[in-house]
């Protein structure tokens, strides 16, 4: 009883501190990090987590040179940045992040919402600029996002990334493949080789039965698992 009553006031500060820190997280938008029910509300509810603005002037700076690089074909104004909340296995509460094209963000924010209220999950939405935009380190760290200026891989055309039109999601679980001509299997990331087996169960797996599918679907996205000449199952993209 006595250690009780001396460990209480102990327990109550540590959630006063969490409450602290979330509320804090949430203010500056510290995307990749853990908070709590009560932050959220003392933030203004769920809704004031899920929104689309231009580009910030210190994740514009993020972007340069890595998922973003002087070109023709998108601007600035082009492009909007959500901030959204995601869960996982977990079941915790995260801070997520994203660059899209502008036209898209709407629909974008109200997918992630109802994969959100549905506790579907997705371990980390952060920008590729944490990555230095390397599409291969953040796919191995099973990283979910959208705008990157970048070709398809291995090609010359123009990544529907690029155009902030396509998002990858919970990319290592869903990784995209292409069988070549002498019988090898070209995978990204390379360390996902044994998730190209989707006869296989295994955690965040995509298939046609899941939320996210439906979700991106009934929007009029089109699925990279669907593709009949390479797999990308991480992938789904609004063709112009
Ligand atoms: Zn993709």
Same mark, same amino acid.
């Given at each position: 009883?006595?250690?009780?009553?001396?460990?209480?006031?102990?327990?109550?500060?540590?959630?006063?501190?969490?409450?602290?820190? +979330?509320? /804090?997280?949430?203010?500056? %938008?510290?995307?990749? &990090?853990?908070? &709590?029910?009560?932050?959220?509300?003392?933030?203004?509810?769920?809704?004031?987590?899920?929104?689309?603005?231009? *580009?910030?002037?210190?994740? %514009?700076?993020?972007?340069?040179?890595?998922? @973003?690089?002087?070109?023709?074909?998108?601007?600035?104004?082009?492009?909007?940045?959500?901030?959204?909340?995601?869960?996982? @296995?977990?079941?915790?509460?995260?801070?997520?992040?994203?660059?899209?094209?502008?036209?898209?963000?709407?629909?974008?924010?109200?997918?992630? !919402?109802?994969?959100?209220?549905?506790?579907?999950? #997705?371990?980390? #939405?952060?920008?590729?600029?944490?990555?230095?935009?390397?599409?291969?380190?953040?796919?191995?760290?099973?990283? &979910?996002?959208?705008?990157?200026?970048?070709?398809? +891989?291995?090609?010359?055309?123009?990544?529907?990334?690029?155009?902030?039109?396509? *998002?990858?999601?919970?990319?290592? @679980?869903?990784? @995209?493949?292409?069988?070549?001509?002498?019988?090898?299997?070209?995978?990204?990331?390379?360390?996902?080789?044994?998730?190209?087996?989707?006869? !296989?169960?295994?955690?965040?797996?995509?298939?046609? /039965?899941?939320?996210?599918?439906?979700?991106?679907?009934? /929007?009029?996205? &089109?699925?990279?698992?669907?593709?009949?000449?390479?797999?990308?199952?991480?992938?789904?993209?609004?063709?112009?």
């Amino acid at each position: 009883m006595f250690l009780l009553f001396f460990l209480f006031p102990l327990l109550a500060v540590a959630q006063t501190d969490s409450l602290s820190v +979330s509320i /804090h997280n949430l203010r500056t %938008w510290t995307a990749g &990090t853990t908070i &709590t029910a009560e932050a959220v509300t003392a933030f203004g509810g769920v809704d004031s987590c899920f929104v689309a603005m231009p *580009i910030p002037d210190d994740v %514009w700076q993020r972007m340069q040179g890595k998922t @973003y690089k002087p070109n023709p074909h998108i601007a600035r104004s082009d492009l909007h940045y959500l901030r959204l909340l995601h869960t996982d @296995y977990d079941h915790q509460i995260h801070l997520g992040e994203m660059v899209c094209n502008r036209r898209i963000a709407d629909v974008v924010l109200d997918i992630f !919402r109802q994969l959100f209220d549905a506790g579907y999950p #997705i371990q980390q #939405i952060l920008l590729p600029d944490v990555y230095d935009a390397d599409d291969e380190r953040q796919m191995r760290a099973n990283n &979910t996002s959208c705008f990157c200026y970048r070709n398809v +891989s291995g090609s010359k055309k123009l990544s529907a990334h690029a155009r902030g039109l396509a *998002i990858d999601l919970n990319s290592l @679980y869903n990784p @995209y493949y292409i069988n070549r001509k002498n019988g090898t299997r070209y995978v990204q990331p390379s360390t996902a080789r044994q998730y190209c087996d989707r006869t !296989r169960q295994f955690r965040y797996k995509i298939d046609t /039965h899941d939320l996210a599918y439906r979700l991106f679907t009934r /929007h009029g996205f &089109t699925w990279g698992g669907s593709w009949r000449s390479c797999k990308d199952f991480q992938h789904f993209e609004l063709t112009e």
